[in-house]
Each structure stands twice: as structure tokens, then as C-alpha cells.
């Protein structure tokens, strides 16, 4: 989480940086969400480490139920619309887990990479898997300035978490423009 922070923290200080000289009101906008942002991320970095220092259980671990909080995302420029299929239901900590960190990634490399102002996710529930579907109309990795989605270690880092829990990822362009991320994990009974 504290990850995903800095990658917004980060994007919103080129857009300041570079509104600066020609806009500096909307270069304050982007500050703002750079300060607000920085205290989440330090905050949570705070609890996190007095946890490990008590060696006490935290807060829950992040699952679907938590999707990336979207007013961390708006501020950094992101809407985020999340559409919700079939009855959500308890799932095994480490599928929630993982299908939250394939969303929280893909949407970190929408904000990156994808040069739109909005994204779509979807969960389904089905009977035997739950699948995530993160999907953008973005011009996508290698846009002037960018860092192609396969140099860095967020998509390897996806299909290492569904793969370890025998799910099965897709990624890639959409036909008319745009990414879409795809997982489906496969559910057992709740713990």
C-alpha cells in the first residue's frame, strides 16, 4: 500500500513540476494531493512498522472488500469505476489478497502509464473461481516518457501471485485502444 502511494505521490510531482511554470494553480491542485497522499502512505508505513515491532497483528489484511481507496486515486487523478458481479462472499485470505494486489497494480499502471483519467474494475464472483478484470482506453506503455509495462516488475509480480495460487492471468492491449489486466483465482472454502 505504502507502494502504491509513492507511485501516486510521484506522478502527481511530474504534472506539478511541469504545469508549474505555465500553470501554477493547477500545479498547487497537484501538491496538494502529493501532501495528502505522503500522510496516508506515512501513516500507514507507522502502523505497519509498530506492528512488526510489537509483533501484533495489525488491521485486516487487504481484500476486495477494501479496493484501492479511490479518493487516494481521484486525487492522483484516477476515477475508478467498480462494478461488482455475482454475491460477494468471504474468500481464502491469500486469493482476496491476491486478486486486491492485481487490481491495486494494474490500476497503479493505469495511473502511470496509461495517460486517461479513468479505469474500470470489475469482480465476479462465480461459483468456482473469483476473477478481477482491470481495464483502461489508455495509450499505453510506450508513450513518450514512459517505462513500457513489461520493464518494470508489476506485471511479473501479478503473474507470480496468481500463478503460486493455481489462477491464470492475461494482460494486454484491448482491440480499439486501451489495457486490460485479467485474473481468475480459484476459491475453496473460506477460512
Known amino acids: 500500500m505504502v507502494g502504491h502511494g509513492l507511485a501516486a505521490i510521484s506522478m502527481q510531482a511530474e504534472i506539478a513540476l511541469h504545469l508549474l511554470p505555465k500553470r501554477p494553480e493547477q500545479a498547487e491542485v497537484a501538491l496538494t494531493a502529493i501532501s495528502r497522499t505522503s500522510r496516508e502512505a506515512l501513516d500507514e508505513l507507522r502502523v505497519t512498522l509498530g506492528a512488526v515491532r510489537r509483533g501484533a497483528e495489525r488491521e485486516p489484511v487487504p481484500g476486495l472488500a477494501r479496493l484501492p481507496a479511490r479518493d487516494r486515486l481521484a486525487g492522483a487523478g484516477l476515477a475508478v469505476e467498480v462494478r461488482v458481479v455475482g454475491d460477494p462472499r468471504e474468500l481464502l485470505a491469500a486469493v482476496d489478497l491476491a486478486a486486491y494486489r492485481v487490481v491495486q497494480e494494474a490500476l497503479t499502471n493505469v495511473l ?9 474494475v470489475t469482480v465476479d464472483y462465480r461459483a468456482d473461481e473469483v476473477t478481477v478484470e482491470v481495464t483502461d482506453r489508455g495509450v499505453g506503455p510506450g508513450r513518450a516518457g514512459t517505462v513500457p509495462a513489461d520493464d518494470g516488475h508489476g506485471l511479473a509480480g501479478m503473474r507470480e501471485r496468481v500463478a503460486a495460487l493455481g489462477g491464470r492471468l492475461s494482460t494486454g492491449p484491448r482491440p480499439g485502444g486501451g489495457f486490460r489486466v485479467y485474473a481468475g483465482l480459484p476459491v475453496g472454502p473460506a477460512t
Do not use: D, I, K
Request: a positive charge; aromatic letters at 0%; charged letters at 10%.
Open 112 to 120: 502511470r502509464h496509461a495517460g486517461v483519467s479513468s479505469a474500470q
